[in-house]
């Protein structure tokens, strides 16, 4: 089998992320980092055996042998690396927002299909085996008509006023920060696994930190609070949100509401969320991955745990490991590319054929969701997503 050879755009927790999950799934060489600050992709080719070191990213799609972009700069790099990419004739794998603006997702997704291009966003969730699971019992009729979807997705790494991190500049992250970092991820994952489209939303968003302490070196995503404070600031205004929650409608009837927060005390990463059906409701916290809970009113609840002789077939092969064995977090970026590289490999045609994975048709639907979400928060009323 001949290696893809790939590169990696940005040196940050992502990009380290998407280096770990490619050498886990074989049959792909990263031949080159790319990262702004050239001792970081330093450190990172050492560690990673990686030959090429580039400070600047056109240098990776000028280099003939690679096939694959991985994007994992910051929001505002997103539009023009990726069309580039495109243009240069690389497949590409997105950090999501996709785009800054529905805009620029639009004109994505119309590149993307010209060129016949792989194009891919990280909505790495789907790829858990118990939401594979999950999209099955709902595409089967097991949970009858869908009317009710509630949950949330709350984190805290922001929570005092002296945490501080590049997506706090709308310059840089984008209008939308908790709804669109990790809202959409909420958003996707129930979409996927419903089947139904959210059509319409009303949202009431709040900034808690109305300003903050703005380091004058820049921190990195996730660090602690200590290591902050030891740095001089600048007091500097928020703009975006740091939580909100949202009414939504689905295109099957359904309606909904979900919370996001970033500052929620001792809350990590908790991504929850209900699906309530007319036969059976089923629920799953991502702290908690390897289980899904599964309510009825006639008799005693389930909890059915990730154990690939237990999941359906589809659902199984996301399953590396027997029953009892956890998988989590960095499992959702390994299945996504392996699906994505085994797709390159075949020489599949997403412009003809139904692909496993998000595209960028994905992530442009995202954007138009999160921009309808800041337009109903402003005029305080149901706007629908076109």
Known sequence: MKNIKTAI?????????????????????????VDSEISSAEE???LYNIPQVYEDWEQALKTDE??????CTPNNM?????????????????????????E?????????EETGLVNTIDFNYRFYPLMRQ???LVSRGEMGSIYLVHGHYLQDWLYYDTDYNWRLEPEISGKSRAVADIGSHWCDLVQFVTGAKITEVFADLTTIQKTRKKPTKQAETF?????????????????TEDAGSILVHFNNGAQGVFTVSQVSAGRKNHFWFEIDGSKKAISWDQ??????????????????????????????????????????????????FRDVYDFIRRGGDPTAEEVSFPTFADGHYENKIMEAVLESNEKQQWIAVE
């Open 134 to 136: 999950a999209a099955n």
């Open 66 to 71: 690679i096939q694959v972009i991985h994007n």
């Open 104 to 112: 620029e997702s639009a004109e994505l997704v119309k590149i993307a």
């Open 223 to 239: 660090k602690g609070k200590e290591e902050a404070l030891s740095e001089d600031y600048t007091e500097v205004p928020v703009g």
């Open 287 to 336: 702290e908690d991955p390897n289980s899904l809970w599964i309510g009825y009113r006639e008799k005693a609840n389930e909890i059915l745990p990730k154990d690939p002789s237990l999941l359906d077939e589809d659902a199984r092969r996301y399953a590396h490991f027997p029953g009892g064995h956890p998988e989590g977090y960095p499992d959702g970026p390994k299945n996504l």
């Open 9 to 33: 755009i940005g040196g940050g927790f992502m990009g380290r992320s998407h280096i770990e999950a490619l050498k886990r799934i074989g049959g792909v060489e990263v031949e080159a980092i």
């Open 44 to 46: 990172i080719a050492d």
């Open 78 to 102: 997103h539009f023009k690396i990726n069309k580039a990419a495109l243009q240069a004739g690389k497949h590409v794998i997105s950090e999501k927002p996709l785009t800054l603006t529905s």
